[in-house]
C-alpha cells in the first residue's frame, strides 16, 4: 500500500465502568505502568533504534481511544477520523510509513504502548511529569485548558460548587486524577460521547474536560450548556507518546511534525477538524 494509507483495527474491547468500585485509581495505574516500563525497558535495552524497524515493515501503529471528537471519532462507515488520525497519517507519510490506526481504551493506553501493542500514541494525551516518566513525547502538537461544562442554570460557577454535585470525567484522564485530588464525587466513563449524554440527562451535574473538544461536540449536537475555566491550571499541551530509548524515532516524528506546521498542512488539518489553529 502506498504511504500515509490509514488501516484501522481495535486493541481489546474497551471496559465501560459503572460504578466506584469498577473505577482505576491513579496511583495502581501508575504504579502498574511503571511496572510494565521497566518490563519494557528490559526487552529493548539491547535493540536498535526502532525506527530502524519500522522503514523494514513500512508501517507505524498508532494508538488512540476513537471516542474524543473532533479529536478522534468513529464516524458511520465504522472509520477512525479527526483531527488526531489526520496528523498521525501526515507524520506517517513523511516518514515514509503507512499508518495503522488502533482503538483502544484510554485507561490502559499506555500500558498497550509498554507491551508493543503499537508503536505511538496519537491521542490528544496531556504531557505530564508522571507520564514523562515511563514514555518519551514529540511534541507538544496543540494546546488547550481543562474547562467545567454545565446545563445552563445549574448555579456551578466555581470550583468551590463542585463539591456538592456528581462530577463526570473520562477514565484515566488527567482530570479524573485532579478530581480525586480535590475530593469531588466522581463517576468515570470511556469517552467523551458518553459525558455529554450523561450531563444532558441530568446523571451527573458537570462534566471536567479539555476545552477545545467539549465545546466543538456540543456546539455539533446543538447541546446547550455554560462553561467556566479551571482557575488553578495553566494551559496544557497535547504530545505523542512513544517508547523510551527511540531518540531517532522521535527526531523523525518530529521534523516532520515541525515540516507540517512550516508549511500549511497542520493549519490546514487543524481548520478542517477544529476551525482553528491549536498551536
Do not use: C
Not at 496543540?142 to 468551590?160: C, H, M, N, V
Amino acid at each position: 500500500m502506498a504511504a500515509g494509507h490509514i488501516q484501522t483495527k481495535s486493541a481489546a474491547p474497551p471496559r465501560i465502568p459503572d460504578t466506584e468500585k469498577e473505577m482505576t485509581s491513579r496511583r495502581i495505574v501508575l504504579k502498574s505502568t511503571v511496572i510494565a516500563a521497566a518490563l519494557a525497558a528490559t526487552g529493548l535495552a539491547a535493540g536498535a533504534d526502532e525506527l530502524e524497524t519500522l522503514k523494514e515493515e513500512g508501517v507505524i501503529r498508532i494508538a488512540m481511544s476513537g471516542a474524543y471528537p473532533p479529536f478522534n471519532f468513529v464516524n458511520d462507515q465504522n472509520e477512525v477520523v479527526g483531527f488526531d488520525p489526520a496528523i498521525g497519517a501526515e507524520i506517517a507519510k513523511r516518514m515514509g510509513l503507512e499508518a495503522e490506526i488502533v482503538t483502544t481504551a484510554w485507561d490502559g493506553i499506555i500500558g498497550g504502548l509498554l507491551a508493543n501493542k503499537y508503536d505511538a500514541i496519537v491521542g490528544s494525551m496531556t504531557i505530564t511529569e508522571e507520564r514523562d516518566q515511563v514514555v518519551d513525547f514529540v511534541g507538544p502538537y496543540y494546546s488547550d485548558k481543562r474547562a467545567i461544562f454545565t446545563q445552563p442554570g445549574s448555579g456551578i460557577t466555581s470550583l468551590e460548587d463542585l463539591e456538592d454535585v456528581k462530577v463526570g470525567l473520562t477514565l484515566g484522564e488527567t482530570h479524573e486524577a485532579w478530581a480525586r485530588d480535590r475530593g469531588y464525587d466522581i463517576n468515570t466513563y470511556k469517552g467523551l460521547p458518553e459525558l455529554l449524554l450523561e450531563l444532558e440527562n441530568g446523571r451527573v451535574d458537570a462534566i471536567v474536560n479539555d476545552s477545545i473538544a467539549a465545546i466543538l461536540a456540543m456546539g455539533a449536537k446543538d447541546q446547550e450548556f455554560e462553561m467556566f475555566a479551571d482557575p488553578t491550571t495553566e494551559p496544557f499541551g497535547a504530545g505523542i507518546a512513544i517508547r523510551e530509548g527511540n531518540p531517532d524515532l522521535a527526531a523523525a516524528m518530529q521534523a516532520a511534525l515541525d515540516s507540517m506546521m512550516e508549511d500549511g498542512t497542520y493549519l490546514a488539518i487543524a481548520e478542517e477538524w477544529i476551525g482553528a489553529d491549536i498551536r
